[in-house]
Each structure stands twice: as C-alpha cells, then as structure tokens.
C-alpha cells in the first residue's frame, strides 16, 4: 500500500535526523581527549574585529587572536580550525558542542563565569569612549543623552546598561547621564557605519585596540576621556560542553606559559603597536 | 493583368516582410540600448561616490567568487530533496487516509505559512536545545528543502490532477496496480507537467539560498558582507554578489529552457 511505504520513508527520514542529533558527547571521556585524538581545536571568533581577528584574501584570517589560538592550539599539540559564528551566538553559550573554545577578546565578568569557564587572562584592554570626529565632543560628560554605539552582546553594551561586573572586580567611571545605546552585530560594523557617512550615533565604545583600527582604516572617529574601565580578557569553554576540566587546565597552562616565556608580550607589541597589552596597566 | 497582378503581390509581400524585420529590429534595438544606458547611470553613480576602489575587486573578487561554489552546491542538493518531499506531500495531500492526508497537509499550511528565515533559525539554533545539533550547511540544506518542499508539494499535487483521467481509467482497464499506475503512468506525465514550475523554484532557490548567512555558513553572501565592511567597499562587494546570482539565475533559467523543449518533443 502507498501510505505504508510513505510511513516507512518519513519513519527512515526522522530516524537519520535523530542519529544526526545523538552524535556528539558519546562517553564520559574528556574533551582534550578527542582533541588531541582528532589532532584539531575547533576555535570560534569574529570574521570582522580587526586587529584581533579578521579575514584575509585567502579566506583565512590573521590577527591576535588568531595567533594566540595557532600558539595554544601548537602548544597541546594539535591544529586551530577556525569558525566564524555571530558574536552574540558566542556570548550567549549553548554551543551545541558546534566548537571546542572561544578566543574572541571575551571579557571576564560575573554574569559570564556562570555560562563559561574561563582561562587565566591572556591581556587586557582599555575600554575607550570615542566620538564621531566632527561632532565638537570632547569630554565624557558630552556624551550625555546621546546615543553610543556598542558591539551586540559585549561588555562595553553591559558598562551602558549599568549592569557590568568585571571579573576582577576592577573599577568603572560611571555612565554618561542618559546616555542610551545602540548596537551592530560586532563592534567594527559601527566603525564601518560611521565610515560609510551614516550618523546614526554620537559615542562609540570599544576597546582602545579596536578603535585605533578602525581610525587607521578611516573612520571618523576621535578618543575622548580617559578609559572607562580596564577589562581582563580570556579564553573561554561553555560549561555546557562535554567534560572540559582538563581541556581547561591544559588551555590555563599553556597560556601561563605563554606569558612568562613572553610569548604573549611579542605578539601583543605585534599587533598592538607596540604596547604590551598582556600585563594589566 | 495577371502578370501585372504576379508582379505586385510578391514586392508587398517582400515590403510589409522588411517592414516587419526593421521594425523588430528598431524595438531591440532600442531595447538594449535602454539597459546601456541604465546600467552604464548605475555604474556612474557608484563610481561617482568617489568610494570605488577597483583594487578591491581583484583582491576580493576570488574569495567572493568561491563563495558561489557553496552556494551551487546547496542548491542543488536542496532542490532535490525538495523533490523528494514534495512527491511524498503531494501522493499524502491525495491519499484517501486520513492521517496521512493530514499530516501532509500540516506540513505544507505550516511550512508555508511560516518565513524561510524564521525556519532557518530554528533549525540552526532551537533544535539543539531538543538535542539536535546540525551542521550549518545541513541545516542550510535541510531548511532550504523543507521550505521549498512545501510548495512544492502543491506544485506535483496539481501536476498530479492535471493528467488527463483517461490515462488513469486505460490503465485500470488494463489491471494494472494503482501503485504501478502512479509510478508509471501518473508521475511521469506529472513531472513533464510541472519542470516550469520546478524550474522556477530553483531559480527563486538560488536567491533565497542568501539567507544561509546568518547561520554563518560561508556561502556568496556572507563572503561578500564579511569582507566588503571590514574594507569599506561594501557596495563593490554587494555588487559583486549580486552580479553573481543574477548570472547564475540566467545560466540555470537557460538550461530549464532545455530542458522543457527537450520533454515538449513528444507533443510535435
């Protein structure tokens, strides 16, 4: 009969995507385990945050974060494989088990030590206000009531809403009053608009790195005040990944290497002109 | 008088011939130019913009370009499952048990009834918090054939009811079995029936196989976004996509075209 042979195609159908979903997280083992098996650390970070990550012709992609993840990655004894999801789907855990870790300048801060385990900090940046560079700003306080761009998802957007707590419980200036906020998918798309001549926004804020990129690239944009909080940025695991405790060591350590050999000083005098953003300031 | 009238009748037989001929002409001949002309305004007015950085395009383009190959790949592999499902929609939206019946006709209210885009953030990010995990290109895929498959359905359904009943009485005249009148009588005549329809489904696939991007899957669009903003020749990149998709809407409508004459050989 037709309808018992469609039955059994639609029951074949639902069983493969049931198989498709079962796949991962098979025993208890750990996940430095399969990735020392496998001999690849699948790395999740951004296609458009210069100079910490961003794509070249070849379709690859270079930058500090790039490097630091090829330098663990070697340092355990296997390969980086890159991905390039969205930024907030990152930041909101749930992987899914898609990626092993994160090397996206994710910064330390409580709400997030309860999705993510963190490795030790691997830099630091300074949180830079800056403004669009004919709009006569030139302090802070100028910004109040106006409207400041931010990367979705990051901290700089929490510093806005009033709700960040660093990691590290380091201190914070406080928030331009009435300054609202507005958001793109990454921090450099709002550099991007302002470049292309929209003005949709007075105030941009993102790390000190970041905007000296994109004011090399051309963007209108001009520092102003003093750094409104120092964050402490690290390499992150979703707690909901499969067993990660030693996977989280074997990443703490080598980034502890990494740092007393000064590995990390070079590669931050590298790509930050010459400042070594590895130690706190 | 009959010769006068053998020597008339050819020469404004010839005459109205060339008239027509010219006038053809005329009309395509003015028709091309309009999308000179259009298209030559567009290309000013970007290049006007003083924004153009054609370096761009020789050092992008290939990365860009790559991006097509994806984009082919998934398309393909979606319009044949698609296939797949509407055949099985449109013998459910016809069979004569009930639950089969609605089922199938859930599937094609609800697929159609719901925006692509939203069906691909469900696939890609609400099934694994039931515990399914798919690639972002099986989920491309999935979602793309799932979607189309429901139009799909209604496509093959009407091919179905568009064979004449007569070839369906002959064969059961003949005892044949109703499975084997579907397979081998039905189906066949159904699908000449509905290749435009197909056709054009994968043609409007081709476009909406753009909506990937935003499960990160690196196909045309999310290359041509990806690199055109980090270097701010976003229009460059947009372009270059888009000349992309309009050319291989074209070749693919090329080979529908084919394809239909091909299966019309029968009807001469």
Redesign the interface.
């Known amino acids: 009969m ?2 018992r ?3 059994v ?2 029951g074949t159908f639902a069983l493969i ?2 198989a ?5 997280g098979s025993s208890g083992e750990d996940m430095l385990a399969r990735v020392k098996r496998d001999g690849v650390l699948r790395v999740a970070t951004d ?2 945050y ?1 100079p910490q990550s ?2 070249k ?3 690859t992609s270079e930058g500090f974060d790039i490097d630091v993840a090829n330098e663990v990655a070697k340092r355990l004894g296997v390969k980086a494989e890159f ?4 930024w907030s ?1 990152i930041e909101g855990g ?1 992987w ?3 990626f092993d870790i994160s090397v996206g300048s994710m910064t330390v801060t409580e709400p997030r030590k309860e999705i993510f385990d963190f490795s030790q900090t691997y830099y630091y940046t300074p949180a830079q206000m800056s403004v669009i560079a004919d709009s006569g700003i030139t302090s802070l306080d100028g910004l109040a009531g106006k409207v400041i761009c931010t990367g979705e998802a990051t901290s700089y957007w929490q510093w806005l809403q009033g709700t960040l707590k660093l990691g590290d419980g380091g201190a914070q200036t406080p928030v331009p009053n009435g300054a609202t906020a507005t958001t793109f998918a990454t921090d ?2 709002c550099a ?1 608009s302002a ?2 001549g929209r003005r949709d926004f007075e105030g941009f804020l993102t790390s000190s790195t970041t905007l000296k990129a994109a004011i090399d ?2 963007a209108p944009l001009a520092a102003v005040g003093d750094p409104v909080y120092f964050e402490p940025l690290a390499i992150a695991i979703d707690k909901a990944s499969p067993p990660h405790a030693e996977l989280n060591a074997a990443i703490d350590k080598a980034i502890a290497e990494m740092h007393a050999d000064g590995t990390l000083s070079g590669l931050a005098k590298k790509w930050f002109d010459g400042v070594d953003l590895s130690v706190k300031q | 008088m009959a010769v006068m009238q053998q020597g008339i009748q050819p020469s404004i037989v010839d005459e109205i011939a060339r008239a027509q001929a010219a006038s053809r002409r005329d009309f395509l001949l003015k028709f091309s130019l309009t999308w000179v002309v259009i298209i030559a305004g567009i290309a000013l007015a970007i290049w006007s913009t003083g924004n153009a950085d054609p370096a761009f395009t020789v ?2 383009g ?2 860009i370009l ?1 991006g097509a190959g994806i984009t082919v790949f998934i398309c393909i592999t979606s319009i044949i499952g698609a296939t797949v499902l509407a055949v ?1 929609g449109a ?2 939206r016809l ?1 004569l ?1 009930p639950f ?1 019946n609605g089922a199938a006709s859930l599937y094609v209210s609800l697929v159609r009834g719901t925006p692509l885009i939203v069906q691909i953030y469900f696939i890609f ?1 609400a ?9 972002p290109i ?1 989920a491309g895929i999935f979602a793309l054939a799932f979607n189309y498959g429901a139009y799909m359905t209604e496509v093959f359904r009407a091919g179905i009811q568009a064979v004449p009943r007569g070839q369906r009485e002959a064969a059961q005249a003949l005892g044949m079995p ?2 084997l009148i ?1 397979r081998r009588i039905v189906l066949p005549q159904a699908t000449r029936i509905v290749v435009p329809a197909i056709g054009n489904d994968f043609v409007s696939m081709i476009k909406d196989s753009s909506l990937v991007s935003v499960v ?1 899957l ?1 196909e045309l669009l999310w ?1 041509a976004n ?2 055109g ?2 270097n ?1 020749q ?1 229009i460059q990149a947009l372009l270059i996509a888009a000349l992309v998709y309009w050319a291989l809407t074209i070749i693919f409508s090329f080979f529908q075209a084919r394809l239909e004459k091909r299966l019309a050989k029968g009807d001469r």
Do not use: H, T
Request: glycine content about 12%; overall charge positive; proline content about 6%.
């Open positions: 037709p309808s042979r469609i039955a195609i639609i995507l049931a498709c979903g079962g796949g991962g296609s458009n210069a961003f794509l012709e070849d379709g991905q390039y999801p969205q789907v749930k899914a088990d898609r450099q798309d991007q470049q292309s690239a051309g | 050092k992008w290939p990365l790559g099985l013998l459910g069979s048990n089969i990010f099934l694994p918090q039931m515990g399914i995990v798919l690639d099986i109703e499975r579907m990160s690196q290359r990806s690199v903003r980090s701010q976003l």
